[in-house]
Nanobody, 126 residues
Framework: QVRLEESGGGLVQAGGSLRLSCAAS????????VGWFRQAPRKAREFVAA????????KYGDSVKGRFTISRDNALKTVSLQMNSLKPEDTAVYYC???????????????????WGQGTQVTVSE
C-alpha cells in the first residue's frame, strides 16, 4: 500500500520561497501521477499542481501559475513543489496525492486521487 509523506512546510515572509517534498513508500515502480492540493481554514481543498508519471506533463492552478513549479525524481520516488513569490493567501495545509489511473489526464479534483499524505503547514506572513 502506497504511503505519502509531505515535508518542507514552515513559516516564511511574503515574497519568500519554500520547497515542499512528497516522499512515497510502498510502491515498487513508478508513483504514477501526483498532485498537490492545499486547504486553508474554512475553505475547500484546492488544486495546486499535478505532474504525470514521467514528469513530461504538468498542470497548475490559476492562483499559482508562474510562481510554483512541480517536479519529480522517480529514482527517489519523490515529487517536489517549489514555491516562489509566496503570498499570505498561499497559507494553507499542503497535501500531496496519487492518481493511479492509466490515462494521461491530470485531474484537478480531489476525487481522482486515491492516496493522500497527512499534509504540511505553510504559513506566509505579511
Amino acid at each position: 500500500q502506497v504511503r505519502l509523506e509531505e515535508s518542507g512546510g514552515g513559516l516564511v515572509q511574503a515574497g519568500g520561497s519554500l520547497r515542499l517534498s512528497c516522499a512515497a513508500s510502498g510502491v515498487s515502480s513508478s508513483l504514477n501521477k501526483v498532485g498537490w492540493f492545499r486547504q486553508a481554514p474554512r475553505k475547500a481543498r484546492e488544486f495546486v499542481a499535478a505532474i504525470d508519471g514521467r514528469g513530461g506533463s504538468t498542470k497548475y492552478g490559476d492562483s499559482v501559475k508562474g510562481r510554483f513549479t512541480i517536479s519529480r525524481d522517480n529514482a527517489l520516488k519523490t515529487v517536489s513543489l517549489q514555491m516562489n513569490s509566496l503570498k499570505p493567501e498561499d497559507t494553507a495545509v499542503y497535501y500531496c496525492a496519487r492518481d493511479n489511473s492509466a490515462n494521461a489526464i491530470l485531474y484537478t479534483i480531489t476525487g481522482a486521487y486515491e492516496a493522500w499524505g497527512q499534509g504540511t503547514q505553510v504559513t506566509v506572513s505579511e
